[in-house]
């Protein structure tokens, strides 16, 4: 009985691992992918350049070879839409960190930084 009830529980926990513990892109999606549309995704959630060097590790797995210039020119995109002075305000009120949007430029970044900073100093004089 015991014994049931313990490879009942494995297999729920093996199903469930199965369900939420993705270790990233798929066969299919590598095989299949829109870099340049992976790459936006990436950049408007504010993901550092170091996404792309793991979507590579997991495609190799694959013996997939990803598209780094597409990629980063959809990032780059994405970027655009991540640094935002309304995003960096949102980031701050949630105590979120953010990821640099340095290669936008300074103009940008100083935008999207001083709304994010200015929730500390709200914070201060509260």
């Known amino acids: ?54 979507h590579a590790e997991n495609c190799l797995r694959y013996d997939v070879h990803v598209g780094r210039e597409a990629y980063y020119r959809g990032r780059d995109q994405g970027l655009k839409a991540y640094c935002t002075q309304d995003k960096g305000f949102d980031l701050g009120i949630l105590g979120q960190k953010y990821n640099r ?16 900073n200015m929730i500390d100093t709200f914070e201060f004089h509260r």
């Open 1 to 54: 009985m015991i014994k049931n009830q313990i490879k009942a529980t494995l297999w729920l926990l093996l199903i469930g691992c199965f369900f939420n513990c993705s270790t990233g892109l798929t066969r299919y999606e590598c095989l299949e992918a829109n870099w340049h549309e992976i790459g936006f995704v990436d950049g408007s959630e504010g993901e550092p350049r170091s996404k792309f060097q793991e």
């Open 101 to 116: 949007c340095d290669r936008l430029g300074a103009n940008i970044v100083g935008l999207f930084q001083s709304r994010f």
